[in-house]
């Protein structure tokens, strides 16, 4: 069975521009997430998915990052514009449910100059 | 609100030696707690989880924890380490009424060493 795809594996860009990744689940998984991890520090969560529906994203910082799932399966996580402190690994993760273990894929390493 | 402490961000070993990584947890209601490892470049892989049935739970690779109430943790333990062992381990912890998010700690590095 695959796991949870993510591409770009890396991204470097200068600040200002905007940046997206992408996160395919596990085949059947109803539940998607996008964490952040920074350097030294565990994943946070920015945003969960019940198939179409966004039903978390307290965390997300709105004013520049967005993100979508529009038929329920793969996503889209995008920051525009770029801030040097949103340097990080993006990380996708899914699950059968909203209460089954979270499956991870390898993340996004985001540089921003 | 959920949180958790991890003792030591570099814990170094001896190949064969006893592995233990400490996890102290703080939860207004019973937790689901979670292990996971991450090798460099990769996602993050479940070692073990307990979800409120056995206290002592086995996982992968030889890996074990124990879920002590009365002290609010969680340390994983590994009889004999091997060189394949290191990598950056994570605790986590779930409160199932928000809804499955983990809130993770901020990891210990396991060196192994010859």
């Known amino acids: 069975e695959a796991g949870v795809v993510q591409s770009p594996r890396y991204k470097i860009i200068e600040k200002k521009q905007p940046v997206a990744f992408w996160c395919n689940p596990i085949s059947g998984h109803n539940t998607l997430y996008w964490y952040r991890q920074n350097l030294g520090q565990g994943p946070e969560l920015l945003i969960r998915y019940e198939n179409e529906e966004a039903v978390d994203d307290s965390q997300l910082p709105k004013d520049r990052f967005s993100a979508e799932r529009l038929k329920g399966v793969d996503s889209t996580l995008k920051i525009q514009p770029a801030e040097l402190g949103d340097s990080a690994v993006y990380l996708c993760?899914?699950?059968?449910?909203?209460?089954?273990?979270?499956?991870f894929g390898p993340g996004t390493r985001l540089t921003v100059l | 609100a959920q949180s958790v402490t991890q003792l030591g961000s570099h814990v170094s070993v001896s190949e064969g030696a006893l592995v233990l990584l400490r996890c102290n947890y703080s939860?207004?209601?019973?937790?689901?707690l979670f292990w996971y490892v991450q090798y460099p470049n990769q996602g993050l892989q479940l070692l073990l989880k307990y979800t409120s049935a056995a206290t002592l739970v086995k996982g992968i690779n030889g890996f074990e924890a124990e879920f002590k109430k009365s002290e609010t943790s969680f340390h994983l333990t590994k009889p004999s380490a091997h060189m394949s062992d290191a990598a950056e381990y994570f605790c986590?912890?779930?409160?199932?009424?928000?809804?499955?998010?983990?809130?993770f700690g901020t990891g210990t590095q396991l060196k192994v060493e010859l």
């Open positions: 939860s207004s209601v019973p937790p689901y």
């Open positions: 986590a912890v779930s409160d199932l009424g928000g809804g499955n998010k983990l809130t």
């Open positions: 993760a899914s699950s059968l449910e909203g209460r089954d273990t979270q499956y």
